[in-house]
């Protein structure tokens, strides 16, 4: 079905008032379709565009054409043509290995895990926790710079230090980090606590850094900083 008749009528059906029970029945048959996207659609036209006599094709006929074709082309060129569109044309990123860096290869919804064919590794998925590992010296950090993962810290005295998300950090060196290496990237209007520490707590402020440079402050916006998480649970 046509995506935007699906939007368009599973809109009409939610907004509706008193829905007998066949109009619920179909608002779910909708919202089931929603999470699909359909890649095309064939008619008898795109047979007659070819030189094929349509005048005894019936619907039938045409289903099955479809669903023929339909199969050839997820037996043959659909995944391949997803990667290259997806990764080269639109640059969806890839979950990242976190043993070799590479994008992962498939992932299994009922284990919930992922597997990178470039060096055979599977990995669980976890949710990331929000909070992130100050990585300090360069030999360190150099995975994860390669790997695009974290935010460069700008107030450590070894260039190429990192804040690295937990869960990526865990599950690339297998150890649980440190608590006192763990930060939480805390927005305004929160940071305004911290940021008042200059003046009444520099000591404690100089732990943290502001955020105002690179790809930390276009995702965190400006009057943000970075909190250790112990002076988080202090405050």
């Excluded at 695009?148 to 260039?159: A, F, I, M, P, T």
């Amino acid at each position: 079905m046509n995506r935007k008749l699906v939007e368009d009528l599973h809109q009409y059906f939610e907004k509706k008032d008193n829905k007998n029970a066949s109009e619920v029945s179909f608002l779910n048959q909708l919202t089931e379709e929603l999470p699909y996207f359909q890649i095309t659609a064939r008619s008898r036209e795109d047979l007659t565009h070819r030189g094929f006599d349509v005048d005894d094709v019936d619907d039938e006929d045409m289903r099955e054409l479809a669903q023929k074709m339909e199969s050839d082309y997820c037996e043959q060129l659909f995944w391949q043509s997803m990667e290259i569109i997806a990764s080269e044309g639109l640059e969806i990123p890839k979950f990242i290995c976190p043993k070799c860096g590479k994008g992962a290869s498939t992932f299994d919804s009922q284990s919930e895990m992922y597997d990178c064919h470039s060096c055979d590794h599977s990995w669980k998925f976890t949710e990331p926790t929000g909070r992130y590992v100050l990585v300090k010296y360069p030999e360190d950090s150099k995975f994860f710079s390669d790997c695009e993962v974290g935010y460069d810290s700008y107030n450590s005295e070894d260039n190429g230090a990192m804040y690295v998300p937990e869960h990526f950090y865990t599950a690339h060196t297998g150890t649980e980090p440190d608590a006192n290496k763990l930060f939480i990237p805390v927005t305004w209007p929160e940071s305004q606590e911290y940021l008042e520490l200059q003046y009444e707590k520099k000591s404690i402020f100089e732990l943290c850094e502001s955020i105002e440079y690179g790809k930390a402050f276009d995702d965190f916006s400006s009057q943000a900083i970075w909190v250790p998480l112990s002076v988080i649970n202090k405050q």
